[in-house]
């Protein structure tokens, strides 16, 4: 195994440690799985935990970055051991593996490669507003119930997204069917996960594709995949 990743180059390495740093601002203990196979670089981070024996639920971020030497990995490192590697300019285009290993339950789940089959579009300004309503609604249930606030948090980011969207009509015209119940479903959580990890780009739209029981947001920065 590969003891240092070389990514294509210097800005590769930074936008790397920008997705990690936003990942952890999610879970200041979260992970990162980092798989190789080849020139390619898949990293992985976990958005939010899904339940039961199939995990339904589970939101995973996803970016990919050319490498600038082959490599065969596939490690799960903690979030904090790449932002502190990624933060050294002297390393130029280096990774050094972290030597340290983080548990994560959801990085024992692999979305599928394909096929992917298309089932529409997104505004992404919708998503955005979408997310910064559900984060607003959950910061007022922590405030209020504190450690209680789970239950609101899990019924926030399961809602359908052009449910949660009713308070903006002008975003909801520009999606798809112009109103809830449209084609396009996606829970809220996918919403927030594009959202918190920086893939939107104001006034983009975001694709949707599914693979069996599995739903991809492929935004300007990033996917997100949901179980």
Do not use: C, K
Not at 19 to 24: I, K, P, Q, S, V
Not at 78 to 91: K, S
């Amino acid at each position: 195994m590969s003891e240092v990743l070389r990514l294509a180059d210097p800005q590769s390495l930074a936008d790397l440690g920008r997705f990690a740093a936003r990942a952890r601002a999610v879970d200041d203990e979260g992970a990162m799985r980092l798989q190789a196979d080849g020139g390619v670089l898949a990293a992985w981070v976990g958005v939010l935990p899904g339940t039961g024996i199939l995990a339904e639920g589970t939101v995973l971020g996803l970016r990919t970055f050319t490498l600038a030497e082959a490599a065969e990995v596939d490690v799960v490192v903690p979030l904090g051991a790449v932002t502190d590697r990624t933060a050294r300019d002297v390393l130029g285009t280096d990774l050094p593996l972290p030597p340290t290993r983080a548990l994560a339950p959801w990085s024992a789940l692999t979305p599928p490669r394909g096929p992917w089959e298309p089932a529409g579009t997104l505004p992404g300004d919708l998503l955005a507003a979408v997310a910064r309503d559900g984060l607003a609604e959950v910061s007022d249930a922590v405030r209020e119930r504190g450690a209680a606030a789970g239950f609101v948090r899990d019924r926030v980011w399961a809602r359908d997204v052009l449910e949660a969207a009713g308070p903006h009509p002008d975003l909801l015209a520009a999606a798809p069917g112009g109103m809830p119940g449209g084609e396009v479903a996606v829970r809220a959580g996918g919403a927030f996960a594009a959202y918190a990890l920086g893939f939107l780009a104001p006034g983009e739209d975001v694709r949707v594709f599914r693979s069996n029981r599995w739903t991809r947001l492929t935004a300007a920065g990033g996917h997100v995949l949901m179980r």
